[in-house]
């Protein structure tokens, strides 16, 4: 193993370790979730911004994954439609908004959003959490502490009231991103290299994932799982949560 494997690798475990200690948080906000699901909501769940739209991602139609996700994939933040697009847009304030009542967020009540920011300080993120509030959502944020309280308040990435996720939303797991993102030293090239904050993020909502579904079943509720749909009966053993969500996920048919 090199070094800078070796470097790479124990910053990973380090966040994993450390993420891993929040397991109070990720418990009471999976109690949350679970009681939402249990009353026939969905979850609603946006990463906004960036390589955060990954997590949004990963927990619509996994295997493995709990069927009732909605997923917010706004095309004016994915990187598919142009990286220093997305950029600009996460820092456009008033945006958050017209996503949340595109995708008709907060009609209900008892609603809850899983907010999912590597750093927690962007107009969308924070926007998001207010938006929230103001529909009388329960709001859970994933984000990093560390990385939001060393940046500081003028920087152009923040919101105009330089708030950050972690203390806007109602529960928060802190996924642990160092400051810079980028962990790994290389002779030659100044900028550090190896990012984090994908891995943090998957790592971390998935942590909640599977806390949810165990909330579930202290309820006495069969928790709503996809199975793989690669696997020998996978599409029939997915028809009735296919049924069920379809009409409530905006991106799942």
Known sequence: MTETTQTYRSAVEQAIEAISGEEQAIQAAADVMAAAIADGQVIHVIGPGGHSNMAAEEVLWRAGGLAPINAILDPGTNLIHGAKR??????TPGYAKRVLDAYR?????GEVILIVNAYGI???SIETALEARERGMTSIGIT????ADSLGAEHPS?????KNLYQEVDYFINCHVPY??????????EQTV???ASI??????????IETVKALVRRGIDPPVWKSANLPGGDEANKANEDRYMPLVKHLA
Do not use: W
Not at 86 to 91: D, F, G, L, Y
Not at 200 to 209: G, K, P, Q, S, T
């Open 180 to 189: 810079g993102d980028a962990v790994v030293d290389v002779d030659g090239c």
């Open 200 to 209: 943090c993020n998957i790592y971390a909502i998935n942590l909640l994932m």
């Open 122 to 124: 962007n107009s969308m």
């Open 194 to 196: 190896g990012p984090t």
């Open 158 to 162: 923040r919101h105009p009231s330089a």
């Open 86 to 91: 997305s950029n600009v847009i996460e820092r």
């Open 144 to 147: 990093s502490r560390g990385f």
């Open 105 to 109: 967020v907060g009609q209900c009540k």
